[in-house]
């Protein structure tokens, strides 16, 4: 029986398991913080020192674990596996062979792929994506990330950069991103985002649920709370999230018009809000969108949690040794 590690390089956490491609079942869960401000190396460590774990772990007869997927929050180069941009991470990970060097203390081959691309691969194979053709995700956490299936086909593109949506422009001249541009998706409809409009609420005095959940602490305010105070039933924290979809309706009405796919998957801690965010996104494509059949087009949920990104990340280290 062939098996797969996928790893899950987070900014908070790294995750990993053994997966069964073949039935999308994972074994050995494990989860360490990743501590990423001790460092490239350090990290680094950590990383091995979980591979070798889930090695020893699955270490059974009639066994085999033949390669290692790793989902990192940024832009590996997929046919090198050098690290091309890992914003929300800090240290100095620009041009860092992590594959190369990962491969060489673990012994096995090892392939990156963006964490959200991961997310994709796991939800179009096993979650909410199933039996879609053409699927596009996107995943509204810390930054907002995508991944897109057209025709049957993991659409990757050039070294695996398609479906970067938290960089489509929302406003033209907007607020200056990180990646360089100007009123990127991910500066308005993010975690972060959502967090700074939570504590604008509570600052400018405001009744809402959102200061009640942290005791008016707004160092604690994150996206999370304000998704709490609204499916608690907070006019101010829909009101918020009415903003948010109205964005990412605007970024995935022109993705519609690019890929049309069949459905479109929306992953990552702030779809937890459910409907509350769903609503002002469809509302906001059907505003908008007249050109593609949108009663063809299903909005849905992802189905996979922190589950997709690890099997995703095995499917790619099993589509990489296989040679696809
Ligand atoms: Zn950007």
């Known amino acids: 029986m062939n098996r797969y590690i996928g790893i899950d390089l987070g900014g908070t956490n790294l995750r990993g398991a053994i997966a069964d491609t073949e039935t999308g079942q994972i074994f050995h869960k494990r989860k360490c913080p990743t501590l990423a401000t001790e460092g490239l190396e350090a990290v680094i460590k950590r990383i091995v020192q979980l591979i070798r774990e889930l090695m020893d772990a699955g270490a059974e007869p009639d066994c085999e674990i033949k390669a290692v997927g790793i989902g990192v929050p940024g832009t590996p180069?997929?046919?090198?596996?050098?690290?091309?941009?890992l914003p929300n991470l800090p240290g100095k990970w620009l041009?860092?062979?992590?594959g190369a060097i990962i491969e060489e203390q673990v012994q096995l081959p090892v392939?990156?792929?963006?964490?959200?691309?991961?997310i994709t691969l796991g939800e179009w194979t096993f979650g909410a994506g199933r039996g879609a053709d053409t699927v596009v995700c996107l995943a509204i956490g810390t930054g907002i990330g995508g991944g897109v299936v057209v025709n049957g086909q993991?659409?990757?593109?050039?070294?695996?950069?398609?479906?970067e949506f938290g960089h489509h422009v929302v406003e033209v001249d907007g607020l200056p991103c990180g990646c360089g541009g100007k009123g990127c998706l991910e500066l308005y409809a993010s975690g972060p985002a959502i967090a700074a409009m939570g504590v604008k609420?509570?600052?400018?005095?405001?009744?809402?649920?959102?200061?009640?959940?942290?005791?008016?602490?707004?160092?604690?305010?994150?996206?999370?709370?304000?998704v709490q105070a609204a499916l608690?039933?907070?006019?101010?924290?829909?009101?918020?999230?009415?903003?948010v979809g109205r964005y990412l309706g605007i970024a995935v009405g022109n993705i519609l018009g690019v890929v049309s796919p069949q459905r479109v998957i929306f992953a990552g801690g702030v779809s937890h809000a459910g409907d509350l965010l769903l609503r002002p996104v469809v509302q906001t494509v059907q505003e908008r969108v007249h050109v593609i059949p949108l009663q063809k087009v299903e909005f849905v949920l992802a189905e996979?949690?922190?589950?997709?990104g690890l099997i995703g990340a095995a499917l790619w280290a099993k589509l990489r040794c296989d040679g696809q």
Not at 95 to 98: I, N, S
Not at 203 to 223: E, F, K, P, Q, S
């Open 95 to 98: 041009d860092v062979p992590l």
């Open 232 to 243: 608690e039933g907070d006019l101010i924290a829909q009101g918020i999230l009415q903003r």
């Open 77 to 85: 180069d997929i046919d090198t596996g050098v690290i091309k941009l």
């Open 304 to 308: 996979l949690g922190i589950n997709g």
């Open 111 to 118: 392939a990156l792929i963006n964490d959200v691309r991961a």
């Open 154 to 163: 993991f659409h990757l593109g050039i070294g695996g950069t398609a479906g």
């Open 201 to 226: 609420e509570v600052m400018h005095g405001h009744t809402t649920r959102i200061g009640d959940l942290v005791n008016h602490d707004l160092n604690r305010i994150d996206a999370g709370i304000v």
